[in-house]
């Protein structure tokens, strides 16, 4: 168990529909990462909160965002969903400039 | 970010040691190397990460040559709860933001057997 949690562990929803997905990192981390892993595809990097702020942006699509709440956790909001946003979406969190730990990850399903 | 490669896949059986290698020829001097894994479809999992010097945790240790451009992943004695991608990253822990995402290659899958 790594301490990150993220809610829900499943969604399924329909073409066009906005969803949000919740990270809680592990007790006294700043940053938090989010990653975006298609079916048989490796990791890739989303974006990065550090207390609060934007530190860094990756291929992260303008349909999707996300922030980073006083008490830490952070949401990801993807909206005007496509079949192709099916995916895997995990959160890491990290004290900062540190080694990055996962939580179990949230699976999504466009129909 | 330095670029690795590594081995799509390997077997070893159980109870052996399982050794995972990987290049990194252009690593800078600031990068550490960083190895994780993912059981199918789970988080992935922090496993050991060093510089320099070889490293050893409870999980595995971190054999890293002289000229740091590869390094070797050694799980002591593999069960098949270690079947697994496998991943190493390469990555500075410097000053800019911008460089502490993970870049995430295809990882090397190790199957364990019986």
């Known amino acids: 168990d790594s301490g990150v949690t993220q809610t829900p562990k499943h969604l399924i929803t329909a073409t066009g529909q906005r969803v949000t997905l919740r990270c809680s990192p592990r007790?006294?981390?700043?940053?938090v990462y989010w990653y975006q892993q298609s079916l048989d595809q490796g990791l890739q990097f989303l974006i990065h909160?550090?207390?609060?702020?934007?530190?860094a942006k990756g291929n992260i699509l303008e349909r999707f965002s996300a922030q980073q709440f006083p008490d830490l956790h952070s949401e990801l909001n993807l909206s005007s969903l496509e079949l192709g946003d099916s995916a895997l979406y995990f959160c890491a969190s990290s004290p900062h400039r540190d080694t990055q730990y996962f939580g179990p990850g949230t699976r999504l399903t466009v129909l | 970010d330095a670029k690795t490669t590594q081995p799509p896949s390997m077997d070893c059986a159980e109870g052996r040691a399982a050794n995972l290698p990987c290049n990194h020829s252009t690593i800078s001097g600031n990068e550490y190397v960083y190895w994780y894994r993912q059981i199918h479809s789970q988080g992935p999992q922090y496993i050991i990460h060093g510089l320099k010097n070889n490293e050893t945790n409870e999980m595995a240790s971190l054999i890293i040559t002289e000229d740091r451009k590869s390094s070797t992943l050694i799980l002591p004695h593999a069960t098949l709860r270690d079947t697994a991608v496998y991943y190493c990253?390469?990555?500075?822990?410097?000053?800019?933001?911008?460089?502490?995402?993970?870049?995430w290659g295809a990882g090397t899958k190790l199957i364990i057997k019986p």
């Open positions: 007790s006294g981390d700043l940053s």
């Open positions: 990253i390469v990555r500075a822990l410097g000053v800019k933001d911008s460089n502490y995402q993970l870049i």
């Open positions: 909160y550090y207390n609060g702020e934007e530190r």
